[in-house]
């Protein structure tokens, strides 16, 4: 199983990005995808989570409205479209494979993709 994320960068406050997250090694389009972020100094806060046919089943209250996960069964791929950055979105962002019952039983996870959001 490989998940390989991409997409992150350095952006100004306001600005958007869109990760990506690429899988392989396992029958993607059965299983809960997420992403799960971790800022400097703090600990993994779980962020978004969707299901088998892309419906979100979860979004973290300080990215409600701002960030929208997808996910593209065809490509094995998963998505997090991120608007209108803060400062505090400041992160490394990993993909998270769930089970087929549950986003949070997380069994593989990516190496992480970093944000930076700065003026």
């Known amino acids: 199983v490989q998940l390989v994320e991409s997409g992150g960068g350095q952006v100004r406050p306001g600005d958007s990005l869109r990760l990506s997250c690429a899988t392989s090694?396992?029958?993607?389009?059965?299983?809960?995808m997420s992403w799960v972020r971790r800022a400097p100094g703090k600990g993994l806060e779980w962020i978004s989570s969707v299901n088998q046919r892309g419906a979100p089943t979860y979004y973290a209250d300080s990215v409600k409205g701002r960030f929208t996960m997808s996910r593209d069964n065809a490509k094995n791929s998963v998505y997090l479209q991120l608007n209108n950055l803060r400062s505090a979105d400041t992160a490394l962002y990993y993909c998270?494979?769930?089970?087929?019952?549950?986003?949070?039983?997380?069994?593989?996870w990516g190496q992480g993709t970093q944000v930076t959001v700065s003026s």
């Open positions: 998270v494979k769930g089970n087929k019952y549950s986003p949070k039983e997380s069994d593989y």
């Open positions: 090694g396992f029958s993607f389009g059965d299983y809960y």
